[in-house]
């Protein structure tokens, strides 16, 4: 297409339903990890990194449900949790890292595997772990 020609002249008229961002869900998501009340999202997107991310909360002890069409989600991680997320969740997805600092600030630990999942190649991790070590924690890599 060499030119796109648009014939106003017409106001425009209707609505538009905005889907909730990804990389504003999947940060919230992991932040629900810092209390034991429940917390309420809503407008989040259906997509596969929700999915893996809630998988990956599921496996650690929060409580997950969806509600209705429109991305309404509950969580609530007051059971007890296991601040571990291991290998086999977290290598689809760059984003799963975001459960280490909510994880070390609740439970003062948390053992995470080194994610995966990014296709535009590799982006390091090592700006969350100067932050983690400012803020006082020891942070130990092995075996990725």
């Known amino acids: 297409m ?8 017409h106001p425009l008229r209707g609505e538009v339903i905005v889907s909730g ?30 999915r893996t991310m809630r998988g990956l909360l599921d ?9 209705g069409a429109r991305g309404g989600m509950s969580f609530c991680a007051a059971a007890p ?3 571990e997320a291991p290998y086999e ?7 799963s890292v975001l459960v280490l600092g909510p994880l070390v600030a609740r439970f003062g630990q948390a053992k995470v595997s080194l994610p995966g999942g990014c296709a535009i190649g590799v982006r390091p991790i090592d700006q969350h772990l100067v932050g983690l070590t400012a803020l006082g924690a020891s942070v130990t890599l092995e075996h990725g």
Not at 41 to 47: A, E, F, I, T
Not at 89 to 95: E, P, S
């Open 2 to 9: 060499d030119k796109l020609l648009i014939r106003g002249g």
């Open 21 to 50: 961002a990804k990389n504003a869900a999947l940060p919230e998501m992991c932040a629900t990890l810092l209390t034991d009340e429940p917390v309420h999202l809503h407008n989040v997107p259906r997509l596969h990194d929700v």
């Open 59 to 67: 496996h650690m002890g929060v409580r997950t449900e969806t509600h």
């Open 81 to 83: 949790i296991t601040p």
């Open 89 to 95: 969740l977290v290598k689809t997805m760059r984003a």
